[in-house]
């Protein structure tokens, strides 16, 4: 049950855009489409960005966009705007039926 | 609307126990697999256990198996989480979230957490 990995941080200016990774193996990211991703602001619960890899909830801005390839989701943010700045982490079902997180990532808006 | 609403956090000693108690509202509970999810002051999410909508199916993480318990009674739409012999690494905010119907994942709905604390 190890963790999933995320970079630790990213940075970009608004307007830009940036891709998050979240590395995992065949027993999990790779093996399922079954990869979420959430936002997390300081001292608030996560919310649901991304689900089943590429899908967006409903209400979720279309500048948020998932995807993967092979054992690596990724999520895309375009258009960065300055309440983009945040906390994200990815989630995988597990071949064992459990679930993992990555690590997280702290996006910084410049 | 959704709602999930935790208690029962609060200081605890180490070796103690805890039962922790979320109360959904705004859906059909007994529709629902639901987890509890932590998080360690400072730290990521960490998965910690999930229950079928039947109560017939549950898993843990490996570091909190033997020690925590995850039940839920579908005619009151509340979810629980018994911990016990209670460690200093236990310490975070318990989140209680709801997955996805079918076959799909991701947590769709998340209570605004509990803490427990751990010391002595």
């Known amino acids: 049950q190890s963790a999933l990995t995320q970079p630790a941080s990213v940075s970009g200016s608004p307007g830009q855009s940036i891709t998050i990774s979240c590395t995992g193996t065949?027993?999990?990211?790779?093996?399922?489409?079954?990869v979420s991703w959430y936002q997390q602001h300081p001292g608030k619960a996560p919310k649901l960005m991304i689900y089943?890899?590429?899908n967006r909830p409903s209400g979720v801005s279309d500048r948020f966009s998932g995807s993967k390839s092979g054992n690596t989701a990724s999520l895309t943010i375009s258009g960065l705007q300055a309440e983009d700045e945040a906390d994200y982490y990815c989630?995988?079902?597990?071949?064992?039926?459990?679930?993992?997180f990555g690590g997280g990532t702290r996006l910084t808006v410049l | 609307q959704v709602q999930l609403v935790e208690s029962g956090g609060g200081l605890v000693k180490p070796g103690g126990s805890l039962r922790l108690s979320c109360v959904a509202s705004?859906?059909?509970?007994?529709?629902?697999?639901m987890s509890w999810i932590r998080q360690a002051p400072g730290k990521g999410l960490e998965w910690v256990s999930y229950?079928?909508?039947?109560?017939?199916?549950?898993f843990y993480v490996d570091s909190v198996k033997g020690r925590f318990t995850i039940s839920r009674d579908n005619a009151k739409s509340a979810l629980y989480l018994q911990m016990s012999s209670l460690r200093a690494e236990d310490t975070a905010v318990y989140y209680c979230?709801?997955?996805?119907?079918?076959?799909?994942?991701?947590?769709?709905?998340w209570g605004q957490g509990t803490l427990i604390t751990v010391s002595s």
């Open positions: 989630s995988s079902y597990t071949s064992s039926n459990t679930r993992v």
């Open positions: 065949s027993s999990d990211v790779g093996g399922y489409n079954y």
């Open positions: 089943d890899v590429t």
């Open positions: 705004g859906f059909t509970f007994s529709d629902y697999y």
């Open positions: 229950i079928s909508s039947s109560g017939n199916t549950i």
């Open positions: 979230a709801r997955e996805r119907r079918g076959y799909s994942y991701g947590y769709d709905y």
